[in-house]
DNA sequence: AAATGTTTGTTAATCCATTCACATAGTAGC
DNA sequence: GCTACTATGTGAATGGATTAACAAACATTT
């Protein structure tokens, strides 16, 4: 699994989902083996970064056949930790949180959201989704110890106040929609999706693009 | 204001809405100077980065002085062309969608959702938000010609068939929530925001960290 | 107006990631 | 088993972005 001797970069890192969704769809449609230039047309992503991510997790292949896909969707599952579920919370229930439970990761069972938070008495002790809506001041109260894990879907002038609370009650990895740039313990993980940044950095090389990007 | 013989990294394009929404917001705060190092401690960028961005766009500060903030605030908005308002049409109303333009990037009156297209009868012919939804198969029809950017939050399988149909109609920056990786033509702009690898890119990061991030 | 202090813009150094290119190791066919 | 292919894994080269560090430029004070 893990390589000791070989550091995992963090464009790696950002790229171990994308392969193992293609592994995955691969593998479920019967592939066996796959080379890294045939991956590469699938996922638009250069053979050569394809061999040297792969490599970064041990010897995966075999020189003059490629890659088993069975292996690699083992390999990238045991990466993932799929097979352990993780619960996660979220803080949050207007449109775009309420969105993200119904989605709720579907084609991820690993992946699910548990229990949803807000401050607004009309949601707070409602159901969205099969999912129930706590009042956030019960935070420390009904979370439960399985959840290291939060997705912050509340105005940005909130989110100083979540983050700490988030922090008290054990969450070390938190993705937040936010765009308000926050001070977090060295030990938790934090991941922005800044909807507004995308967008006008998108039309900006939209704009001002002579080459293709 | 872009200077001709400095090239903008791609790295600082990302962060130029990051400089904006920050200056605006010192703006309004009535503070008429700032230093790149005290910007620094607001964004959690080194001061180094952001005085080597700024100056790829001219020379906006002032030795011994720092720059003023309503400078910043001009010239960030003139590269992303704030005065003129860009009109957006959303394909796929489901949750997300939905989330989306009610939200309507409310902080940002220059960008709007004008219209949407769904292909599911119970939705066509309503209205979220104020916006109209229309037959997905009707885009040529209803579409006007001022609208060149396009936000997808369909189904992965159903954008194959999405991205022609926009680039078809003239559309020629795509952000997309759809993970499924499209052939798109070479002067189409396009930028996904997949949820999933996000959440478990960021899981990845947090279960194996020694270091933090 | 001179002296002191401050902060930029940029050159050079470093770091990180991608890409090239090929020796090596294994496959497939005969 | 031997020969001809094929595709990996990686050392070396390249490219891109960040960071350090400082000369030059301006502000401020006296």
Redesign the pocket.
């Given at each position: 699994m893990l390589n000791a001797r070989?550091?995992v970069?963090?464009?790696?890192?950002?790229?171990i989902p994308l392969y193992y969704r293609a592994v995955q769809q691969l593998q479920q449609q019967g592939v066996k083996?796959?080379?890294?230039?045939?991956?590469s047309e699938i996922i638009h992503?250069?053979?050569?970064?394809?061999?040297?991510?792969?490599?970064?997790f041990?010897?995966?292949?075999?020189?003059?056949?490629?890659?088993s896909v069975d292996t690699l969707v083992d390999e990238f599952g045991k990466l993932l930790e799929v097979q352990d579920a993780e619960n996660i919370l979220l803080v949050g229930c207007g449109g775009l949180g309420a969105a993200l439970i119904e989605n709720n990761f579907r084609r991820n069972p690993d992946l699910n959201i548990t229990m949803a938070f807000d401050i607004d008495p009309a949601k707070i002790g409602t159901e969205i989704g099969g999912v129930p809506v706590y009042d956030f001041r019960e935070l420390a109260m009904r979370v439960t110890p399985d959840i290291k894990t939060a997705i912050i879907a509340v105005p940005s002038s909130a989110q100083p106040q979540v983050i700490p609370a988030l922090e008290g009650i054990g969450i070390d990895a938190i993705l937040t929609f936010a765009p308000q740039p926050v001070v977090c313990l060295p030990t938790t993980t934090i991941r922005y999706i800044d909807l507004t940044s995308e967008l006008q950095s998108l039309l900006f090389t939209a704009h001002h693009q002579q080459l293709a990007d």
């Open positions: 070989a550091r970069s963090k464009a790696t890192v950002r790229r083996r796959i080379r890294s230039e045939r991956l992503i250069p053979s050569a970064t394809i061999r040297r991510d792969f490599s970064s041990g010897e995966l292949g075999k020189s003059g056949y490629g890659y």
